[in-house]
C-alpha cells in the first residue's frame, strides 16, 4: 500500500530563515507526491505536485519541494520563511483514483 | 467561481440524532471525496466517489453513507451520530484520474465542524 509520513509534528523557525518540512514515502511503483497547506479554519489548498522530470519542483508561495528516489523522501522547502508561512503542512501520495495523506507537520514562523 | 461549497459549516448534534453533509462543486470534476480530521490523525479518507453513479469506501467509513446524488454533489451521512464521529469533515473534489498533468489535485471546501454530544 502507499503511504507518506511526515516525522516532524512542528517545526519552529525565525522570519527569514530557510525553511523544510520532511516527508518520506512508500509506494509500489512511480510516485505521485504533493504538498498541501491548511490555514486555521480553512480547507487544505494544493502546494505542488511531482509527477516526473526534474527533481525540484516549485509550487505556489515560494515553495519547492526536492524529490530524491534514493532517500524516498520528499521534502518542501522555502529559502526565506515568512510569519505568514505559519500553517499546517500535508504531504500526500496518490493510490489508484485517491491521495493519502500524512499526520501534517505545524510550522511555526517567529518573528 | 465558488470552487466546494460546504453546508453547514458547524453543527452539533445529540447522540443518536442524524443529519446529512452537503457538497457542491462547480468546477465540473468527475472525482469527489469526504474526509475527516482529528488532531494528530491527518485527513482520513471516508468515502469517495471516482466518478458520477460509482461510490467506494475509504479508510473509515463505518457509520457514514454517501450518495452522489449528480456530477455536482456528493452528500455525506450520519444515521445515528456518536461522540466518535466529533471531527471537522472536509469535502473535495478533483479531475478526472487520467492525465499526468491534473491528477489527483483536490480542491477542498472550507469544512464542517461537527461535536456529537
Known amino acids: 500500500a502507499q503511504s507518506v509520513a511526515q516525522p516532524e509534528d512542528q517545526v519552529n523557525v525565525a522570519e527569514g530563515n530557510p525553511l523544510t518540512v520532511k516527508c518520506t514515502y512508500s509506494?509500489?511503483?512511480?510516485?505521485?507526491l504533493f504538498w498541501y497547506v491548511q490555514y486555521p479554519n480553512r480547507g487544505l489548498q494544493f502546494l505542488l505536485k511531482?509527477?516526473?522530470?526534474?527533481?525540484l519542483v516549485k509550487g505556489s508561495y515560494g515553495f519547492e519541494a526536492e524529490f530524491n528516489k534514493s532517500q524516498t523522501s520528499f521534502h518542501l522547502k522555502k529559502p526565506s520563511a515568512l510569519v505568514s508561512d505559519s500553517a499546517l503542512y500535508f504531504c500526500?501520495?496518490?493510490?489508484?483514483?485517491?491521495?493519502?495523506f500524512g499526520t501534517g507537520t505545524r510550522l511555526q514562523v517567529f518573528p | 467561481n465558488a470552487g466546494v461549497t460546504q453546508t453547514p459549516k458547524f453543527q452539533v448534534l445529540k447522540t443518536g440524532q442524524s443529519m446529512t453533509l452537503q457538497c457542491a462543486q462547480d468546477?465540473?470534476?468527475?472525482?469527489m471525496y469526504w474526509y475527516r480530521q482529528d488532531p494528530g490523525m491527518g485527513l482520513r479518507l471516508i468515502y469517495y466517489?471516482?466518478?458520477?453513479?460509482?461510490?467506494d469506501k475509504g479508510e473509515v467509513p463505518n457509520g457514514y453513507n454517501v450518495s452522489r446524488l449528480n456530477k455536482r454533489e456528493f452528500s455525506l451521512r450520519l444515521e445515528s451520530a456518536a461522540p466518535s464521529q466529533t471531527s471537522v469533515y472536509f469535502c473535495?473534489?478533483?479531475?478526472?484520474?487520467?492525465?499526468?498533468?491534473?491528477?489527483?489535485?483536490?480542491?477542498f471546501g472550507a469544512g464542517t465542524r461537527l461535536s456529537v454530544l
Open positions: 509506494v509500489s511503483g512511480n510516485p505521485y
Open positions: 500526500a501520495v496518490r493510490d489508484t483514483d485517491k491521495l493519502i
Open positions: 511531482y509527477i516526473t522530470g526534474d527533481n
Open positions: 468546477m465540473n470534476h468527475n472525482s
Open positions: 473535495a473534489s478533483s479531475g478526472s484520474s487520467t492525465g499526468a498533468s491534473g491528477k489527483n489535485i483536490q480542491y
Open positions: 466517489s471516482a466518478s458520477e453513479g460509482t461510490t
